[in-house]
């Protein structure tokens, strides 16, 4: 028993099972539950697979800017009618902030409406923007662009902030209303009613070896009921993705469009320190038809600055590396002269929306409505969007909390999950359907033959004269997945080796992030089929998650017998980004909830 222990086997009927079907999940990429029904597993025939229960008026999955918005609001308007109203959130993250990740220059509109005495409450808005910088570069020269009032670019009034502080205050002000929220458990899964309106959700079971049997402390999730479920999981959230299949939320709008943001945090030299200016820059390092942008924030702290980068996802070619190209920006005399004799002391990415108007879903459905990043309401020209995602949390608590009191609608409803439809009215007439309307053609404009050099004149042209009121509206042209071209087709990228003073390499990036999931449990990075990477995706693109994964959770290795590859996951060093489940062209990578605290460990980025 000892040798078996020390083996990692926890009983002899682990050991026996594991060698009865051991063979056959060694062999495979993917053993999550998702993909291997446990109910066809025998290793889970005698397991208890009971849930606990509980009920609630409102659970809200994620505790970002719009579902802490949300939480927030509703418990206002429940003190303020003197109404009992439970409303419970649940958060991923082991603490509140923990895996929020943002430029981040914010506007202020939002909050000012949710909590008009911010400042007086310590709000973590501390670095008004002062000054305005918008640059085109070349691989060697910087050309001025002036910044003038309606401009995206214009931050006047805007603040340069640490978002995770941010909604980590959120969570403060949202505790002190009453809203229960508990941070390292992970929505996995959505609960329905025998109607098919939504019930809840569930959060995922922990304790499953990588081969995807039972560990001797499995625990099952429990199970959260609710009137209605707000999801504001954030950009392509994995429970979302399900609701869109469920109830066909997407068959009256385009395609999501996404981009990857890169950031890192620096401590730079105290005389190069310039609080509150806000830096931006298009061209260089990407070629016309590769959409993307950079920023570099410095805040009134440290003296710290954050600097970051956004890729369209929708790029053609399979070399590209966001993650390098990042690097190789810094280079830039621009940006090394402010980086130059400083340290870098924070790292990590995220995917964003960029579909804007366009991509929006239909956002309630019965049981359960989205709000926030989880449908997509950022501007992209702006490159912000937590103004609209607090605002979009705050009209969907409205919707919910009439919904609710609507005594009519409570007792007629044709479903046990109530259906907050109004929400779709009080977002057509708030300010955030009008700005995303005005910059609906955009990002779509630098989809033509001109490239950046078009998607400039038309933003100049309709959007900073016309305010976007031109009467068609452009498409972004299919699926991001879809837009790359067969390696074939393209050249692979040189890209400079990092110095390790201003440009450093992957892991040594990682590292940076904090992130941590345990080693022995099934790989939350799941593949539809084992086959289709090698067969499909290393044989026409070249393995292009090798490159587009800014984690390095993606590997081409020999296989053992030397005659071709095989795909490595080594899911431990995934940062939640969601970019592989969006760009890989096959389709074929499902990311799902790890165990609930796991990921990046964000400390105010």
Same mark, same amino acid.
């Given at each position: 028993m000892a040798t078996l222990m020390r083996s990692g086997y926890k009983t002899v009927s682990h050991f026996l099972s594991h060698c009865k079907y051991g063979r056959l999940y060694s062999t495979k990429i993917t053993t999550h539950y998702t993909i291997h029904p446990r109910e066809q597993d025998p290793r889970w025939k005698d397991i208890d697979m009971t849930r606990y229960e509980d009920v609630a008026d409102v659970v809200i999955v994620g505790g970002g800017p719009a579902g802490l918005s949300a939480a927030c609001r509703l418990k206002q308007l429940a003190n303020e009618q003197e109404k009992e109203l439970r409303v419970c959130l649940v958060e991923k993250a082991p603490?509140?902030?923990?895996?929020?990740?943002?430029?981040?220059?914010?506007?202020?509109?939002?909050?000012?409406?949710?909590?008009?005495?911010?400042?007086?409450?310590?709000?973590?808005? $501390?670095?008004? @923007?002062?000054?305005?910088?918008?640059y085109f570069l070349t691989e060697n020269k910087t050309i001025p662009i002036p910044v003038f009032p309606g401009m995206p670019m214009n931050n006047h009034g805007n603040y340069v902030v640490r978002l995770g502080n941010v909604v980590r205050w959120l969570g403060q002000q949202a505790e002190e209303l009453g809203v229960e929220i508990y941070p390292g458990y992970a929505a996995s899964e959505v609960l329905f009613h025998e109607d098919g309106s939504v019930k809840g959700i569930a959060t995922n079971d922990v304790g499953i070896y990588k081969d995807g049997s039972p560990k001797d402390t499995f625990e099952r999730g429990m199970e959260l009921h609710a009137k209605i479920t707000i999801f504001g999981e954030g950009c392509h959230g994995a429970l979302a993705k399900q609701l869109y299949k469920t109830f066909d939320l997407r068959k009256d709008c385009e395609p999501q469009s996404y981009g990857i943001g890169l950031k890192e945090l620096w401590e730079i030299d105290p005389e190069k320190h310039r609080p509150g200016r806000v830096e931006h820059t298009i061209g260089w390092p990407f070629d016309i038809h590769t959409y993307g942008g950079t920023f570099l924030y410095h805040l009134d702290e440290g003296p710290l600055v954050t600097l970051?980068?956004?890729?369209?996802?929708?790029?053609?070619?399979?070399y590209i590396s966001p993650f390098k190209e990042f690097q190789r920006y810094k280079h830039h005399p621009c940006i090394a002269q402010t980086l130059k004799g400083g340290k870098r002391i924070g790292y990590g990415a995220r995917a964003l929306n960029e579909g804007g108007f366009q991509s929006l879903p239909k956002l309630t459905f019965p049981g359960g409505i989205l709000a926030g990043c989880s449908p997509g309401f950022m501007n992209v020209p702006k490159i912000k969007g937590t103004h609209n995602a607090m605002k979009s949390g705050m009209v969907a608590a409205e919707a919910v909390f009439e919904t609710l009191n609507?005594?009519?609608l409570a007792s007629n409803s044709p479903t046990a999950g109530l259906d907050p439809?109004?929400?779709?009215?009080?977002?057509?007439?708030?300010?955030?359907?009008?700005?995303?309307?005005? @910059?609906?053609?955009?990002?779509?404009?630098?989809?033509?033959?001109?490239g950046l050099y078009g998607g400039?004149?038309?933003?100049?042209?309709?959007? @900073?004269?016309?305010?976007? $009121?031109?009467p068609w509206t452009l498409s972004h042209?299919?699926?991001?997945?879809? $837009?790359? $071209?067969?390696?074939?087709e393209c050249k692979p990228i040189d890209y400079p080796k990092p110095d390790g003073q201003l440009s450093f390499d992957l892991l040594e990036s990682v590292a940076l992030t904090g992130t941590n999931h345990d080693h022995d449990q099934p790989a939350h990075l799941t593949l539809l089929n084992d086959d289709t990477p090698v067969n499909h995706n290393l044989a026409v693109f070249d393995g292009p998650e090798q490159r587009f994964c800014p984690a390095g959770v993606?590997?081409?290795?020999?296989?053992?017998?030397?005659?071709g590859k095989r795909l490595q996951i080594n899911a431990q060093n995934c940062i939640h980004c969601k970019t592989c489940d969006i760009k890989d062209p096959s389709q074929n990578i499902n990311w799902v909830c790890p165990q609930g605290g796991e990921g990046p460990a964000y400390n105010g980025m």
């Open positions: 603490e509140i902030g923990g895996h929020t990740l943002s430029g981040a220059c914010i506007e202020p509109t939002a909050l000012n409406e949710l909590f008009p005495d911010w400042k007086e409450k310590g709000a973590p808005l $501390k670095t008004p @923007v002062t000054e305005d910088k918008f970051g980068m956004v890729v369209g996802l929708d790029y053609q070619n399979p609507n005594e009519s439809d109004v929400y779709e009215q009080k977002i057509r007439d708030s300010w955030v359907w009008k700005e995303l309307h005005a @910059v609906r053609n955009v990002r779509p404009s630098f989809n033509t033959k001109l400039v004149m038309y933003t100049g042209l309709f959007y @900073v004269l016309g305010r976007g $009121k031109e042209g299919g699926a991001d997945y879809t $837009k790359l $071209k067969p390696a074939a993606y590997e081409y290795v020999e296989t053992e017998d030397g005659n």
